[in-house]
Every structure is written in C-alpha cells, then in structure tokens.
C-alpha cells in the first residue's frame, strides 16, 4: 500500500465512525458501551488520532453491524442503489416471502416486507418483553392473531401491539395475494 493510502486510514476511519454513528442515531457513549470499549477511544478515533488495534476494530465495527472494511474504507457516494435481486428474500410460513425493507442494518428494529400468497399462514416470532411491533396492510386484507384476538386489516389500516405475546398472520383470500411492512422496535435486553 502507498504511503499516501496509509495516511489518510485514519481519516477515512473518522469519517465513516462520525457517519456510521449519526446514521444510528447513537452518541459516542452509547457505541462505546455497545463496544465495550472506553468512550475516549471512540472520541480519538473520529478525531482521527486514534491508532486502533485489529481488535478494537473488530468491537467497534460489530456494534455498528458492518464489515471492518466499512470503517476503513475510502469516500463513496452517499447514494447506494440495490437492484430487487440483491435484496435478500426468505420463505416463512405456509406462502409467506420475506424481504427486508432496509438493505443496511438498523439498530434494534427490524422492517420487513411481507407477501402474502393467497391463503398464506405465518406464526410470528415472540420477542423480548418491551418489545412493540407494527403492522401496516398495504394491500389486500390480512388477518393478524394476538394473543388470541383476531384483527382484520385492510389495505391503509395499522395495528401495534406487544412483540413478546404470541401472534400470527393470515391471508384469508383464497384467491389474491396481499401485502405488508412490518417494523419490530426490538426491547433491549437488561434493560
């Protein structure tokens, strides 16, 4: 590597931890602690003073949910494009196909999107108590089942409920499809 490239490492690395955290909406406390590192070290990194060992990188990039790479890398465009084929696609259920909303990773919350074949069944997964999900019909009509009670959502209408209390979701159209997005704000544990 040229000397030049090394150089401006911790540039780079300043730049893209101040960017990373603020797309996060964390402070420099909450990553230090999410990496169990001391705040001052979060601090000289993004001063750009800061000479990182491989393992502070490794703590600190975990925590942000990206590659070491990221970190490191030299300035892109803000911009990123995702055609639908890089989007990342998952069966659950019975006729229930899953991608995610946002491609990047987003601190504790989960979006998805979720297409409903006609008659899909889908048990969803209980979360940590604290936990509150979302869901929105964007088209068709889906059943959703909490803790026993049974609410029918047209294209438009929202339901939020506790993530920890069992649910499930139903198309009960045998014959057209539906949709919707789900967006889970995950409860942090211990807390």
């Known amino acids: 590597m040229p000397s030049d490239a090394a150089s401006s490492i911790p540039a780079h690395l300043a730049r893209n931890l101040v960017a990373l955290r603020h797309t996060r909406a964390l402070t420099q406390e909450q990553l230090a602690r999410s990496a169990a590192v001391p705040r001052s070290t979060i601090a ?7 000479n990182p060992s491989l393992a502070v990188l490794v703590k600190v990039a975990g925590a ?47 979006m998805e999107v979720m297409d409903f074949a006609p008659g899909a069944v889908m048990a969803g997964t209980p979360h940590l108590p604290g936990t509150r999900e979302f869901f929105t019909c964007l088209h068709g009509r889906v059943v959703l089942s909490v803790a026993g009670e049974r609410y029918a959502l047209e294209a438009g209408e929202v339901l939020a409920f506790p993530g920890n209390l069992p649910h499930s979701y139903q198309n009960a159209d045998a014959l057209a499809a539906a949709q919707g997005v789900s967006v889970v704000v995950l409860a942090k544990a211990g807390v």
Do not use: C, F, Y
């Not at 000289?44 to 800061?50: F, H, Q, R």
């Not at 949910?65 to 970190?71: F, G, K, Q, S, T």
């Open 64 to 110: 942000l949910a990206v590659p070491i790479d990221e970190l490191l890398a030299s300035p892109r465009a803000l911009v990123r494009h995702w055609p639908a084929s890089e989007v990342a696609k998952r069966q659950k259920g019975r006729g229930v196909t899953i991608r995610e909303l946002v491609p990047e990773p987003v601190p504790d919350e989960m």
């Open 44 to 50: 000289n990194l993004e001063s750009g003073e800061g």
